[in-house]
């Protein structure tokens, strides 16, 4: 499709992904430099046939190489057969069904013509182009955690704080107190669900390939809350289909959930007034699991059911050794209402407000002194000599691209090929694009060697297997719509252990491993 200069500008903090050939339309195929209009059905019926494709784009490496990546699809003129053909583009990386591994950069500011030839006459055709800059060689712009973005409507105070904290681990925000926001999101798992609970798949049978380890949730429930017979789960706990994100770290992302579900508009739940214009990812994603049926919820649980059970609950009632801010704020027993009176002028609970006191507790949880902190903070000791040849290894390769320093993460989504997107299409779920087919966002690294399971499916649970999947188990991968930058992503094997040892020990931050302020929670029943 066309790539156009904006996109194609490899700024340092993005990866791009142009549009991809599963929906592109004959008006879009502007990088084919003679192609007819007939469309993407029916065999050629006129028009003129095209052999070879460019593309002028408009880089700016800031004197960095900028690698590309580039697949290609085309069809004959039957309607039903497509064939898939490849250029070698940009170095002698080599090629792979579709692909075109470039091992060479573009190190020029300006515009660049990339092209290729077709190996036939060719009616319908679309070329993918992705462009990624090269790790920054400037590595003191890696060493500090840009501010936290904080929406003006929703400023942070300590009384909000406190009342989220509490908020998130109380059992008593589900409908059959068994299930606290923390129950899935523990620090020293960090900010995931160490539980490994067993979901069938889209095909309903447990025991095969397209298992998930998801979180355990409630028991299904009527709306009086009478437990009733799940079809996969029976009277047990429902499972969710998805693997639970880490939470810590959460607050620089501009989408949540690792299909993207939660923007940054924040709407009221129960009025939908617009409460929140940008930076409101936490507080979307805040106002889901409470009446999730699979995750807190009865059937037909909605925000009054929540509003009114809160306001006849003792605040953390069910739990113990609370930590000491905790403590001390629930020293004088003060209702709920109490508490929304101190964080907010009123003792009206609604959504809104416990969306903005969640996440305004979520934007307190800075994890910025794990060791790799501490030495590019200057402290040489603070990464053992193997852990720092991990780390360059880390920085010098594409890893750093998509889990780009200091967040580790790009924020962005990707297609990695962990299973066929039939099973799960992703991010295509909520945007309804064929391009995000199959992606899944980028989660952060930080403390990731505290996490039990791996992958949105959770079917990865060490971290030395999640780095093989990338390095040594390729042929693990699913290729339908993968992301060219996969077969990029390269590590020598001599330092393959290196960076195993940054990843587990140079990211985690003690306090989270720890659970020590602000990390720190109380024991759940």
Not at 154 to 181: H, M
Not at 212 to 223: F, I, K, M, T
Not at 335 to 346: N, W
Not at 445 to 457: E, I, T
Request: proline share 8%; with cysteine; net charge negative.
């Amino acid at each position: 499709g066309v790539v156009s200069a904006d996109l194609a500008t490899t700024a340092r903090s993005a990866v791009i992904t142009a549009v991809r050939y599963e929906n592109v339309s004959a008006a879009a195929i502007g990088n084919i430099a003679s192609s007819n209009t007939n469309g993407v059905f029916g065999a050629c019926s006129g028009g003129s046939d095209a052999n070879s494709w460019s593309q002028s784009l408009q880089i700016d490496s800031e004197g960095a190489p900028a690698f590309v990546a580039l697949a290609k699809r085309h069809r004959t003129h039957t309607p039903l057969d497509f064939a898939v053909d490849s250029d070698q583009l940009a170095g002698s990386g080599g090629n792979t069904t579709g692909l075109v591994i470039g091992n060479q950069g573009f190190s020029t500011t300006g515009a660049t013509t990339i092209s290729g030839t077709f190996n036939k006459n060719v009616d319908w055709a679309a070329v993918t182009i992705e462009i990624l800059p090269a790790a920054d060689s400037n590595t003191a712009s890696f060493a500090e955690l840009p501010p936290v973005p904080v929406p003006p409507e929703n400023p942070i105070t300590e009384e909000k704080r406190i009342l989220g904290k509490i908020l998130f681990w109380d059992e008593q925000l589900s409908s059959d107190d068994t299930v606290a926001c923390g129950t899935c999101h523990l620090p020293s798992a960090g900010g995931a669900d160490p539980r490994l609970g067993q979901h069938p798949g889209p095909d309903g049978i447990f025991g095969n390939d397209d298992d998930v380890n998801g979180s355990p949730g409630v028991v299904l429930a009527d709306e009086t809350n009478t437990p009733i017979p799940h079809p996969d789960f029976g009277f047990e706990p429902q499972v969710t289909r998805r693997s639970a994100p880490v939470f810590i770290g959460a607050q620089w992302a501009h989408l949540l959930f690792v299909d993207g579900a939660a923007g940054h508009h924040f709407h009221d739940p129960q009025t939908g007034a617009m409460l929140i214009s940008t930076h409101a990812a936490l507080e979307n994603q805040a106002i889901r699991p409470p009446l999730a049926t699979a995750e807190m919820a009865n059937q037909g649980r909605d925000w009054p059911d929540v509003i009114a059970k809160l306001e006849a609950s003792v605040p953390l009632s069910l739990a113990t050794n609370w930590p000491a801010d905790i403590a001390a704020r629930l020293a004088s027993s003060p209702s709920y209402p109490d508490l929304f009176q101190d964080a907010f002028g009123d003792p009206a609970i609604t959504a809104a407000r416990m969306a903005f006191a969640l996440a305004t507790y979520q934007r307190t949880l800075i994890a910025d002194q794990t060791p790799w902190d501490l030495f590019m903070a200057g402290d040489t000791t603070a990464l053992t000599p193997a852990q720092q040849l991990g780390w360059d290894a880390f920085k010098d390769s594409l890893c750093a691209s998509c889990h780009k320093p200091p967040l580790f993460t790009s924020g962005h989504f990707h297609n990695i090929g962990v299973r066929p997107p039939d099973e799960d299409l992703g991010k295509q779920e909520v945007t309804g694009l064929a391009m995000d087919r199959g992606k899944f966002k980028t989660p952060t690294l930080r403390n990731a060697a505290l996490k039990s399971s791996f992958m949105h499916n959770g079917k990865l649970i060490t971290m030395g297997q999640a780095l093989d999947f990338y390095l040594n188990d390729r042929g693990d991968q699913f290729l339908d719509s993968l992301d060219p930058l996969m077969p990029l992503v390269d590590i020598p094997p001599d330092l393959q252990l290196p960076l195993l040892d940054f990843l587990e020990n140079g990211l985690t931050d003690p306090r989270v491993a720890n659970e020590e302020f602000p990390f720190d929670r109380p024991t759940l029943s």
